[in-house]
């Protein structure tokens, strides 16, 4: 694996605003992240943890006001390194108290002419992702043979149709589509939603990108049919080496597809590291959010011993009302009188607890 | 800064949403048009009340032939007189007499009857749904002002025959509106999880359906009910099929005043139709304001 | 021990869908007829839990809305505390009503979007029981204790709850009148991981607590592992498998339960990233009801059958496989099981 980094994503920013209640939706708030090539960073998080705004931020897909309001996306492949946020400085004004954003002035039209010409030659081209629910992000219209050939056209050298139908065909064989000739005249209606999936990520792929988001790309399968479109997924990545951000709620998911973890909540990331450090943690060394979330699923000690499942107290962060201070705090089983003064008031830095894992608690920092 | 949207300064307390009422969650022009709409529900209403006590500045059909067509404030007539010497103010008020009592029954008749076969073809179901529907499809394909005109034929042009007959007509829109709320109901599986509470029909649909979730409906056809009806009186008064005189109706009024238009005599026709224009709107922007109040359409 | 009651048993249950044509369709669409339950029988003790597992279609759900009849069965007989149900008038049955509940898997099932949690519950609380307000209040004091949920949550509309405090709501309205046996249809499904561990906790806390028995309908085979005392494997509107939890997830003798239970990734198994084996998760796709099916119903996708050289027996009209005893209160429906 190389070392360059295909995307850095810092302190990024991303608010919608409540009219109803008055109030900030703080979506993403403050998120670094860093995809190296031919890697898969697995980001894992629950409802409200900002996870798949990040993504739709990257592409610059936002298009709920404010929407990005500060921080920087650069995105660097094939020669070309660009800062995906570049000039947002100069459509936002905001102001900051005690660290964090509390008032924004956007021109979000101007922003958004902006992004698009930005967009334009990476969406899809060079950043290609895929969605939840395959069905209903497929054109029913059209069949699911003839929306391939149209990404290949439009993302790809080949123009020629004939060509880009054989690559389609290609693609069609590569995610494992049986009878692939047959199925390049189905409507998307006619195929299962597994089926559905396994065409969203040949659409994909057929535009060969430097990057691949996949967003939830097994939620709302069946089991079996999940277990497939995984490894199906490490096929590909084992083939193909293909870089991808892999959002999930998932921690099967994660665990099994990722190179590094990426733990978010309430719009941070609260742990980052190697798929080792993270999930299969020997020493527990790790951030008690993802401690307690490990916790919540079911294992075999549960089942034999008929122990409870340790769940974590407290709902889903409301990102209207996120928390002075650790963000975690509210919910957190591992405070103690050492660490509680800093956890109310405030939030700590990602630290480096050992070469490439960072968390972000007060655990970790001596006084 | 041009173009810049500015957004308030966001709140960090915490505050329990149910402290805050309806109204205030809805946006300020919808409350501006809701106020504009009752303003001019509660001038029509008061009209009416006038209208039926006969508490009116001038006898509505009192010709004064000295005064035709007088201009506007002209010997005690507020609005002027038409072409026959008569107060235009006193037969404007007077004029609502027509609308109102037949309105509400349009009104009525398209609700009630809208809800009993909305609540059959929703909660029933099966052939009695495919049977209600098609009945619905059939009057909804009825041209409906051929189907006032035949009825003026067959009878007379009594508002009251046309009434019936906006109303029958509307019957199909509230029945879909009645089953679109069931349908939507039954999707989130309301409705099982009633039964199988153990409530009884009759408790699910009059308070959980008819009540709770048709309310706001029922509140919203009937605003846009009664700006219709005014606007079908008009065009068939001016069609002369509408209120006959010498009862005055807003629709006669425009129509026998349009003939002196070009005399320059403007205020006859003019007065009345601007009394349509803007009570239209004030029912429309109550129906709207409402909808999106009730409704939540701008608060999510 | 005491030898446990039975609370519930499902005799030879079937439910037929008839997709036909509408009244006035033209052309030769024949009628075809769906089996969403065929021929399924099961019992439940008291305070105990059945899971029901199985592929979306695979007609579970329609088992456990049959039961409180919110659906009408096809044939077959039920009983509930001793009493056969599905021959009662919804006269005789709405008493009953208050002994079993449901907990749907819409979240927002039974929550009227525009009544305040308290006026919901004050309902529920009322259908069954003639009480006057203050015990109403106190009975609502006592389901939101029960159910972990603060009280100053009562003024709220559905919508201004999160999906784990609706959760609660629901199953503090199915508690409302005093059931005594649940259907948990997906409790756990649209949930947050860390919320979906509050509410099987809660599940089983309520179990103890009250000595309810549940029938808990999931696809999440880890929580059915855990929340079950047996677990009957439903495929296409049969049961395929039926055994005590811990011989179901680990000793399965049906090929269908294990490639279920395969595409599971256990904590073990994650440490090796290696893909599971070949042919263990079935084949491909969703079976369409359409298709006429002869014999065993998983043969079109089962391993064993590929196997074994595709042996008649399995696409044998007359024969299809029907559940019968393999020792240790198992069951499985195959010509071949596993051993």
Redesign the interface.
Same mark, same amino acid.
Do not use: I, W
């Given at each position: 694996m190389s070392e360059t980094i295909i995307l850095r994503i810092e302190n990024l920013h991303t608010f919608f605003y409540a009219r109803s209640k008055q109030a900030f939706v703080r979506a993403v708030e403050g998120v670094d992240l860093e995809i190296m090539q031919g890697e898969t960073l697995g980001v894992l998080g629950e409802s409200g943890s900002g996870k798949t705004i990040t993504a739709l931020s990257v592409m610059g897909l936002v298009s709920t006001e404010p929407g990005v309001i500060s921080g920087k996306i650069e995105f660097s492949s094939k020669g070309l390194q660009q800062n995906l946020l570049q000039d947002l400085d100069q459509y936002v004004q905001h102001q900051r108290k005690n660290g964090r954003i509390m008032a924004v002035q956007k021109d979000c039209g101007g922003w958004q002419r902006k992004t698009e010409r930005l967009m334009g030659d990476i969406r899809g081209k060079e950043i290609a992702m895929i969605f939840q629910n395959p069905q209903s992000s497929l054109n029913p219209f059209v069949t699911v043979g003839k929306q391939i050939t149209e990404a290949v056209q439009l993302n790809t050298e080949i123009k020629n149709s004939r060509e880009a139908q054989q690559r389609a065909l290609h693609w069609l064989e590569r995610v494992k589509i049986d009878s692939p000739r047959l199925r390049y005249h189905n409507h998307p209606y006619g195929l299962s939603g597994g089926m559905c999936q396994r065409v969203m990520i040949a659409m994909a792929l057929a535009a060969e990108p430097s990057l691949l988001i996949a967003d939830e790309p097994t939620t709302g399968l069946d089991a079996t049919i999940q277990a497939k479109v995984v490894e199906l997924l490490m096929e590909l990545k084992a083939v193909l080496n293909t870089t991808t951000m892999l959002i999930s709620h998932d921690m099967e998911v994660i665990g099994r597809l990722s190179d590094r973890v990426a733990v978010m909540y309430g719009g941070r990331v609260m742990e980052s590291g190697s798929v080792q450090e993270i999930l299969r943690s020997k020493d527990g060394s790790n951030h008690p959010y993802t401690t307690a979330l490990l916790g919540c699923i079911p294992e075999e000690k549960h089942i034999k011993d008929k122990i409870t499942l340790q769940a974590i107290e407290g709902d889903v962060i409301d990102t209207m009302n996120i928390p002075g201070g650790c963000r975690f705090y509210p919910r957190c089983n591992q405070k103690n009188d050492r660490i509680n003064q800093s956890c109310k008031e405030h939030e700590p830095a990602l630290k480096e607890i050992s070469p490439g894992h960072w968390v972000r608690c007060w655990l970790y920092y001596d006084e | 800064?041009t173009?810049?949207?500015?957004?308030?300064?966001?709140?960090?307390m915490?505050?329990?949403?149910?402290s805050r009422s309806m109204w205030k969650?809805a946006?300020a022009i919808d409350l501006l048009y809701v106020g504009y709409g009752l303003f001019i529900v509660s001038l029509v209403v008061l009209s009416y009340i006038l209208g039926s006590l006969n508490f009116l500045p001038h006898n509505p059909q009192e010709m004064d032939l000295s005064l035709l067509m007088a201009p506007p404030g002209v010997a005690g007539h507020l609005l002027g007189t038409d072409f026959m010497g008569r107060d235009i103010l006193s037969r404007l008020i007077v004029g609502i007499q027509a609308y109102f009592v037949p309105g509400l029954l349009a009104i009525a008749i398209a609700i009630t009857l809208g809800t009993v076969f909305g609540v059959l073809a929703g909660y029933r179901g099966g052939?009695v749904e495919?049977a209600v529907l098609y009945l619905g499809n059939l009057v909804d394909s009825f041209p409906r002002l051929v189907l006032i005109l035949l009825v003026i034929a067959a009878f007379k042009p009594d508002i009251y025959y046309i009434m019936i007959i906006v109303g029958l007509t509307n019957v199909p829109n509230v029945l879909s509106q009645v089953k679109g709320k069931i349908n939507f109901l039954k999707q989130? +599986?309301?409705i099982?999880?009633?039964?199988?509470?153990?409530?009884k029909n009759r408790v699910i649909i009059f308070k959980?359906i008819l009540w709770? +979730?048709c309310r706001s409906l029922f509140i919203i056809q009937a605003t846009l009910g009664m700006a219709e009806v005014i606007l079908i009186e008009t065009s068939l008064s001016y069609l002369g099929f509408g209120v006959q005189e010498p009862i005055p109706s807003w629709g006669n009024m425009v129509q026998s005043g349009a003939n002196y238009l070009l005399q320059g005599k403007f205020w006859l026709s003019t007065t009345p139709a601007l009394a349509i224009l803007f009570t239209i709107l004030g029912f429309h922007l109550l129906g709207d304001g409402l909808n999106n109040i009730l409704e939540g359409r701008?608060?999510? | 021990m005491k030898m446990k009651k039975t609370i519930l048993e499902v005799v030879n249950l079937k439910k037929y869908y008839h997709q036909g044509r509408g009244p006035f369709s033209l052309g030769r669409g024949r009628q075809r007829t769906i089996p969403a339950v065929d021929d399924v029988s099961f019992y439940l003790k008291e305070n105990e839990t059945l899971g029901l597992v199985g592929e979306s279609g695979s007609g579970k759900t329609t088992v456990g809305k049959t039961i409180l009849r919110l659906i009408p069965a096809t044939s077959g007989e039920i009983f509930f505390d001793g009493k056969e149900i599905l021959s009662l008038s919804a006269g005789e049955f709405h008493p009953l009503r208050k002994d079993m509940q449901m907990v749907f898997q819409d979240l927002d099932a039974g929550l009227n979007p525009k009544m305040r949690v308290q006026a919901i519950l004050k309902e529920a609380v009322r259908v069954h029981h003639q009480m006057s307000s203050p015990e109403v209040d106190d009975r609502i004091r006592t389901l939101l204790e029960q159910v972990n949920l603060k009280e100053s949550k009562l003024g709220n509309f559905p919508h201004e709850l999160s999906g784990g405090e609706k959760r609660r709501v629901g199953i503090a309205r199915a508690l409302a009148v005093g059931a005594r046996f649940l259907v948990a249809d997906e409790p756990t499904s649209g949930l947050d991981v860390s919320i979906q561990a509050q509410v099987v906790n809660l599940l089983k806390d309520l179990q103890d607590r009250l000595g309810l028995s549940y029938l808990f309908i999931s696809h999440d085979l880890r929580m059915v592992e855990l929340v079950s005392h047996k677990v009957a494997v439903m495929y296409l509107g049969r049961i395929v498998e039926l055994g005590l939890a811990g011989h179901i997830a680990h000793a399965p003798r049906h090929p269908y339960t294990r490639s279920l239970w395969s595409s599971l990734v256990t904590k073990e198994s994650r440490e090796v990233s290696a893909p599971t084996s070949p042919g263990s998760s079935g084949d491909w796709g969703v079976f369409d009801f359409e298709r006429s099916f002869s014999g065993c119903r998983f043969a079109p996708r089962c391993p064993v059958y590929q196997e074994q050289a595709r042996p008649d027996i399995c696409t044998d009209p007359v024969s299809e496989p029907q559940l019968y005893d393999v020792g240790r209160a198992h069951k499985v429906a195959c010509h071949f099981p596993l051993s």
């Open positions: - | 800064m173009g810049m949207k500015q957004y308030a300064q966001a709140s960090l915490v505050t329990d949403p149910s969650q946006a052939g495919t989130k +599986n309301f099982e999880a009633a039964v199988a509470l153990g409530l959980h709770y +979730n701008r608060s999510t | -």
